[in-house]
Structures are given as structure tokens and as C-alpha cells.
């Protein structure tokens, strides 16, 4: 599966953005998506996923209730709505698809940087 991920950009604490990540393969409908993020110096996390078909979603608790996941089957794409933007949220967004079964993350978009200012 490729990913394409866009939306990021320079906000100002308290802000807002939305992050959109679309796939290339038919059967989007069938993966699980994620969002994971990655700050200087630190190791990779997992900040939100939704289940194919969108039931179901995780959010990691330093995001919860400021980010929400959604995703558009019909348009292939995943969105990440970032709310309350903190400075700690500064980081490189990256989407990831899973197929349903599985619980490794296999396919990668290529990053979209998100820095917050304080």
C-alpha cells in the first residue's frame, strides 16, 4: 500500500490542523490506519488508529480529547484533526496502514512535519 500524507505545517500553540494521508490500493477499506509520531531525539509512538471500517479508534492519552482520527473509505484517506496544538506536539506525523488480522504496521506514508510554537 502506498501513502501519501500532507497537512503539516508551522501553527501556533492552541491551534489547529488536519492531516490527510490517502492510499493507493483498492482495498483500503480493509486495513486499519494509524497515525504515529516521531520527536527529535525520541522514539516512534503510536498517537491515534480506526479500525477499517471506522468503529473503532485508539488514542494514545497525551492526545486524547485534543485529536481526532477519521477516515473516508470512499476517498481512501485517513485524517488526523489536531486541536489544542502544545508545543510537545512538535514532531514528524506519519500514517501507516495495517491489513485486518495482523497487528504489525507494514506500509508507510512518508512523514509530514508538524512544528507548534510557543
Known amino acids: 500500500v502506498q501513502l501519501q500524507a500532507s497537512g503539516g505545517g508551522l501553527v501556533q500553540a492552541g491551534g489547529s490542523l488536519r492531516l490527510s494521508c490517502t492510499a493507493s490500493?483498492?482495498?483500503?477499506?480493509?486495513?486499519?490506519m494509524g497515525w504515529f509520531r516521531q520527536a527529535p531525539g525520541k522514539e516512534r509512538e503510536l498517537v491515534a488508529e480506526i479500525t477499517w471500517a471506522g468503529g473503532s479508534t485508539y488514542y494514545a492519552l497525551s492526545v486524547k480529547g485534543r485529536f481526532t482520527i477519521s477516515r473516508d473509505n470512499a476517498k481512501k484517506t485517513v485524517y488526523l484533526q489536531m486541536n489544542s496544538l502544545k508545543p510537545e506536539d512538535t514532531a514528524v506525523y506519519y500514517c501507516?496502514?495495517?491489513?485486518?488480522?495482523?497487528?504489525?504496521?507494514?506500509?508507510w506514508g512518508q512523514g509530514t512535519q508538524v512544528t507548534v510554537s510557543s
Open positions: 501507516a496502514a495495517r491489513a485486518g488480522g495482523t497487528s504489525v504496521y507494514d506500509s
Open positions: 490500493t483498492r482495498t483500503f477499506s480493509s486495513y486499519h
